[in-house]
């Protein structure tokens, strides 16, 4: 059975961290890419970021070059998204996905964990 799981969400003042923790298990991680995605109260699901595990390449979102970093641990099967100065911008249920190297389409997704910034 394939699982995604979220933790490490919660609630902190403007300009703190957070890292998120995505456990997978029952697929081959290694042939995969892992996303994180986020989705605002009343705005639609956007990409955060993107860590493959073929090559190791990363891809980030604009808005969140330079705050957040992206990485794998092999061993563990779990990527992480290490959210700094964090902003009331960035208050949303995450989500991590996996898709096999070279798709388009995320095939697995986890639940969410909820992000909430205070200003």
């Known amino acids: 059975e394939v699982q995604l799981v979220e933790s490490g969400g919660g609630l902190v003042h403007t300009g703190g961290s957070l890292r998120l923790s995505c456990a997978t298990s029952?697929?081959?991680?290694?042939?995969?890419?892992i996303g994180w995605f986020r989705q605002a109260p009343g705005k639609e699901r956007e990409g955060v970021s993107c860590?493959?595990?073929?090559?190791?390449?990363?891809y980030y979102e604009d808005s969140v070059k330079g705050r957040f970093t992206t990485s794998s641990d092999y061993a563990k099967k779990t990527v992480y998204l290490q959210m700094n100065n964090l902003k009331p911008e960035d208050t949303a249920d995450y989500y991590c996905?996996?898709?096999?190297?070279?798709?388009?389409?995320?095939?697995?997704w986890g639940q969410g964990t909820q992000v909430t910034v205070s200003s």
């Open positions: 996905a996996a898709r096999m190297s070279g798709s388009g389409n995320y095939d697995y």
């Open positions: 029952g697929f081959n991680f290694d042939d995969y890419a």
């Open positions: 860590f493959s595990n073929i090559d190791g390449s990363t």
